[in-house]
């Protein structure tokens, strides 16, 4: 079966520090598809990031960055110096085939507070 | 309108009543999903539409009714609901072809209070 962990239920920094956010999958495909989503107080998820098994080349946009290691099933995030904006419950998910279309497995989620 | 829109963003309902929850894509995508977010649990599948056919439905109870009347619209109808089925409903869309992942998009939620 499939299962995405989040083994960080809550993270609280101070801004301008860095912050990396864990996420560790389990998975029998052999072609699967991870992704990060950001959920702000507002309740709606923004898509962040996805990334396919077979690409595991580190990816940076701005302060974001993503580490993922196939051998260690691990799609990390982290956010170089954070700011008070990025406070969220952040989502780790595993893509799954099925008929006619595709679903996600999520983990628990991370809920980030960036102090002031 | 842009993206997934949702309404109502608010619903207060008795375990009596009956509502229906509506998702609207403006994507141009195929497939359309709803997903329920509680308090203590990680978000969960429930439903699946892709070319407008159920193709996932996640044992479920039968007080919640999926309905696809076509690719940018998805409701779910509510009766006899309990109170453990407060939570945040999430629709979200994605094009869908064969072989190919694509990204799911997210509406803003409704969040479902019964009483």
Known sequence: AQKVTQAQTEISVVEKEDVTLDCVYETRDTTYYLFWYKQPPSGELVFLIRRNSFDEQNEISGRYSWNFQKSTSSFNFTITASQVVDSAVYFCALSSSIQGAQKLVFGQGTRLTINP | ?115
């Not at chain 2, 963003?9 to 375990?15: A, E, K």
């Not at chain 2, 997903?35 to 539409?49: D, H, I, N, R, T």
């Not at chain 2, 696809?68 to 999430?90: G, K, W």
């Open chain 2, 1 to 115: 309108e842009t993206g997934v829109t949702q309404t109502p963003r608010h619903l207060v309902m008795g375990m009596t009543n009956k509502k229906s929850l509506k998702c609207e894509q403006h994507l141009g995508h195929n497939a359309m999903y709803w997903y329920k977010q509680s308090a203590k649990k990680p978000l969960e599948l429930m439903f699946v539409y892709s070319l407008e056919e159920r193709v996932e439905n996640n044992s479920v109870p039968s007080r919640f009714s999926p309905e696809c009347p076509n690719s940018s619209h998805l409701f779910l109808h509510l009766h006899t609901l309990q109170p453990e089925d407060s939570a945040l409903y999430l629709c979200a869309s994605s094009h869908w072809l064969a072989g190919v992942t694509d990204t799911q998009y997210f509406g803003p939620g409704t969040r479902l209070t019964v009483l």
